[in-house]
């Protein structure tokens, strides 16, 4: 079992950054890739970015493609999100996920475990 929790959500200006952790317990991230998705009031669950946690392979939506970075932190066993030039279109609730393997997949359902997600608000 492994236990996900995601911090650093909050309300931002248009423009601006924020950085989100997702820290996991229960087993050490190294055989698993990790995701984080959102989801915003009316829409359906979107993929974000993606990293393999042990060869640090990423992928990335095209909506956020050099704005967002994701990445690792193997001594605190954590995957974070760093988000600049923030848009309003970016307001939802984010999430991260973990998937047994080192395929990439922006793919909800290939995730097993799963965060209670923290709220990203961003106003123009």
């Known amino acids: 079992q492994v236990q996900l929790v995601e911090s650093g959500g909050g309300f931002v200006q248009a423009g601006g950054s924020l950085r989100l952790s997702c820290a996991a317990s229960?087993?050490?991230?190294?055989?698993?890739?990790m995701g984080w998705f959102r989801q915003a009031p009316g829409k359906e669950r979107e993929f974000v970015a993606g990293?393999?946690?042990?060869?640090?392979?990423?992928n990335y939506a095209d909506s956020v493609k050099g704005r967002f970075t994701i990445s690792r932190d193997g001594a605190r066993n954590t995957v974070n999100l760093q988000m600049n030039n923030l848009e309003p279109e970016d307001t939802a609730v984010y999430s991260c996920?973990?998937?047994?393997?080192?395929?990439?997949?922006?793919?909800?359902?290939?995730?097993?475990?799963w965060g209670q997600g923290t709220q990203v608000t961003v106003s123009s």
């Open positions: 996920a973990a998937r047994y393997g080192l395929g990439l997949s922006p793919i909800g359902d290939d995730y097993t475990y």
């Open positions: 229960g087993r050490t991230l190294d055989t698993f890739t």
């Open positions: 990293i393999n946690f042990i060869g640090g392979r990423t």
